[in-house]
Structures are given as C-alpha cells and as structure tokens.
C-alpha cells in the first residue's frame, strides 16, 4: 500500500533559523511529488512537483529535493510569513490524478 | 491569477439531509478532483473527474456520493444522506491534466457540519 510519511510534525524556528522537513515515500511508482502549503481553514497552495530523483526547485526561501524514497523542504532564513503546515503528497503511476497526502509539518517562526 | 472557487464556505445540515456542495473549477482546466479533511486529519482523495465520467475514486467515495458537471463551468459534489462522520472541510481541485504530472489547485474549501 502506498504511504507518506512526514517528519516532524511539528517544527518551531526563530525567524532566520533555517531547517529541514522530510517527506518520506513508499509508492509501487511515483509520477511526481507535490509540496503544498496550507494556513489554517484554507485549501491547499501549490508550491513544487518534482518527478525524478536529483530534481531540485527553489522559490524564495523554499527548496525541494528529490530522492528515490524522501523528499526534503528546505526553508533557508525563515520569516514569520512562512509560519504555515507543510503538506507533501505523491501521485502513483497506476493513479487518474489522486494524490495521496501526508500528515504534514506544522511550521511556527516567530520573531 | 485564475483560482478555483466554492460555495458555501460553511455549510451547516442535519443528519440524513442532502447536500450540495459546489464548485468553478480554472477555466482551462479538464481534470476535477474532490477532497476532503477531517479535523486534524490528512487530506483525503475522493474522486476525479475527466470527461464527464470518474476517472477514480477512493472506498470512501460510496454510493451516498455523487459528482456532476451539470453546466461548462460548475463541479458538484452532493452527498444523498449526510452522517455526522461526513463533517470535514471539503476541497474541489482542478488541473490542465491527470495523467502528466500537472499540478492540482485546490479551492478554499467548504467546511461542512452535520449535526
């Protein structure tokens, strides 16, 4: 059975302070690998597919990488505004277009 | 920037009552999708929809459930005999594809509340 796996759950930073999130996947075969972002009571913001392993996508202070089993977030000199949970979801080979979330990485940065 | 849109935002029913929740999906978009989250819990595929048909649904997508592309702009999601475990925010999507990888946006969400 596929599974996402998201590490921590929860994260608290000093605004500045970079960090990492995990995304941990088991997929019988990944057509790609989505990062979202959500604030509380809203819908999903896209953020970055990634589809193969050694794939990279910056934006702002957002970097994602790709492996053959975990996908990391990187948030580099984190601001306030970055405060958010972080949701990693995978799309499967066999799959018309469901995506299969993780419990996702709530982010405190405070000032 | 085009978004995805829903109506209600809240929608407040009793149990056994039917539900209509809606949907615009971005103009250019084919492929429509159906979420939902249950507080504190993961969000969770229902079905999409390609060409007027589901394309896939998951085991929670049971026959209390159906999805309609009744104009060339509304998605609906109605749901026949609300329970009070069907009380979740539920999310439309949209995509240009669902085969290739596109990216799926969602809408803000309709937080239902059956009572």
């Known amino acids: 059975e596929d599974q996402v796996t998201q590490s921590p759950e929860a994260l608290r930073l000093q605004e500045g302070e970079s960090s990492s999130l995990n995304c941990s996947y088991t997929?019988?075969?990944?057509?790609?690998l989505f990062w979202y972002r959500q604030d509380p009571g809203k819908g999903p913001e896209f953020l970055f597919t990634?589809?193969?392993a050694g794939e990279e996508k910056e934006k702002e202070r957002l970097k994602a990488t790709l492996t053959k089993k975990e996908s990391f977030l990187h948030i580099t000199a984190p601001k306030p505004e970055d405060s958010a949970t972080y949701l990693c979801?995978?799309?499967?080979?066999?799959?018309?277009?469901?995506?299969?979330f993780g419990a996702g990485t709530q982010v405190v940065v405070t000032p | 920037e085009p978004e995805v849109t829903q109506t209600p935002s809240h929608q407040v029913t009793q149990m056994g009552q039917e539900v209509i929740l809606r949907c615009v999906p971005i103009?250019?978009?084919?492929?429509f999708y159906w979420y939902r989250q249950i507080l504190g819990q993961k969000v969770e595929f229902l079905v999409s929809?390609?060409?007027?048909?589901?394309?896939?649904k998951s085991e929670i997508f049971d026959d209390q459930f159906s999805v309609e592309r009744p104009d060339g702009s509304n998605f609906t999601l109605k749901i026949r005999s609300t329970k009070l475990e069907d009380s979740a925010m539920y999310f439309c999507?949209?995509?240009?594809?669902?085969?290739?990888?596109?990216?799926?946006?969602f809408g803000p969400g309709t937080r239902l509340t059956v009572t």
């Open positions: 979801a995978v799309q499967a080979t066999d799959s018309w277009g469901k995506l299969q």
């Open positions: 929809f390609y060409n007027n048909e589901i394309s896939e």
């Open positions: 103009s250019n978009h084919l492929y």
């Open positions: 990634l589809y193969s």
């Open positions: 997929v019988s075969g990944l057509r790609g």
């Open positions: 999507a949209s995509s240009v594809s669902g085969t290739l990888t596109y990216e799926q946006y």
